[in-house]
Every structure is written in structure tokens, then in C-alpha cells.
């Protein structure tokens, strides 16, 4: 088996899972009105945990603490085949279906890099859809599949790092694969691309900043001697 083939293994083996989990309950009774997707969320990481308790390739599962908000990952495995064993982080998220076009952040790109000088390397982002109803919500179909499933290194190279430090792209964005050395050049490039930007606009700021410096001294210097005058004719 080849690395391919592993990563391969990984993603049809978690897709299946999810597609289980989703196919045993269409329909959940969490108001779809307000942070329903953490709520989606939560409760997958709880299923997830439950549908790997004996799986073959995943074991020790883990859901994220309950009110730990700032947690690098939302459930945590470990895949192992023989003697392998990987540490996987997954990323869960929940799509309502008329916002399949929008733009979410999927974290900073912090944890990545320590993730992977920690040793480890496979974070992986599974998508569900979901439709409001009167009683709940109903998960949907994109493509006659219940979950998109990637791994973080098979981004969509639309990618990009926002001013938040966050990583973001298309909901609908093209997965495309590349291998680990070729995911650290892509990743390096973003941020490398993100810097110049935040450089380029703060060196505009630097340059007009001086002229706001004195818009700024002759707006002070006329409302203060109006001021001034003012509080001269109370004497």
C-alpha cells in the first residue's frame, strides 16, 4: 500500500461512516434558527465517536469537550492499519443547502503548522447539508451524497488566508489532489501571499497617515479654539 492508497482508505472509510450516521437519522429536532451549526456539529462528533466504538481501521475516537470552543479539532481518531497508526483531526461542517455558494472560515493556519511539526499531518473537513422545517431540520443531498468528505491537503488551491488569520474557500470549491510536500508549498504560498497583502495595504496606510496627522491637528486646532472662545465668554 502506497500513501495514495492510504489516504484513499482514510477518506472512502470516514465517508461511509458519515453517510451511515446521516442515512440512520435524516431528520433532527434542533431548531434551525440560530447556531444550528454548532448544534449539527456536536452532535456529529457524538455519532461519530458511538459509529467508530469497534471499526476496524479507527480507534480511541474522541469528541471535543463540551464547551471548549477554542479546540483544534471538533473529533479526533486514530486510523490504524497493522502497525500504522495516524492521528487524525476532522473538522466538521454544517451547510444549510441555499448557502452552498458562501465563503466559511475553516481555521487558522496556525494549528496546521503545529499539527504537522508535531509529527502529524492528516485534518480532514466533512461537509453536511441541511434544510430548515417547522419541526427541525432535514440533512440533504449534494450529488446524490450526504457529506463532502477532503482532506485538508487536497484544498481547493482557491484557498486563501483572510486578515482574520483564518483560512478560507468555496463551500463548492473543486477538490484537487497533490501530495504532503506539494500541500506545504501551497500552504506557504498562501500565507506568503496573505503577508504581502496586509504589507501592501499597511504601507498605504503608513503613507497617508501623515496627512491624516495634520487633516486631524487642524480639525482639533479649530474645534478647540472655537472652544476656547466659548468658554471665555462665560468669565
Known sequence: ????????????????????????????????????????????????VEYTQEHQYFQDSEACPKGKTKNPWDARTFFSIDSIQEEIWIDFKAIKIEQLDSNPDIGTPNKIIEFILSGNFYLIYIYVYYSSLDSGLKFEKIDNLSCKVYLLKDISSTVRRNPKNQLQVNISASIEYRTRRDFIALLTQKLEESYKRQIEKSQKELELLETKKISLMNANKESESKLRSKLERLD
Not at 500500500?1 to 451511515?20: A, C, K
Not at 444550528?36 to 456539529?41: A, D, F, K, P, R
Open 1 to 48: 500500500m502506497n500513501i495514495n492508497q492510504f489516504e484513499h482508505l482514510l477518506v472512502s472509510e470516514l465517508q461511509d461512516i458519515i453517510e451511515n450516521i446521516i442515512n440512520d437519522h435524516q431528520y433532527l429536532s434542533i431548531s434551525a434558527k440560530t447556531r444550528v451549526g454548532s448544534e449539527i456539529s456536536a452532535w456529529l462528533e457524538e455519532k461519530f
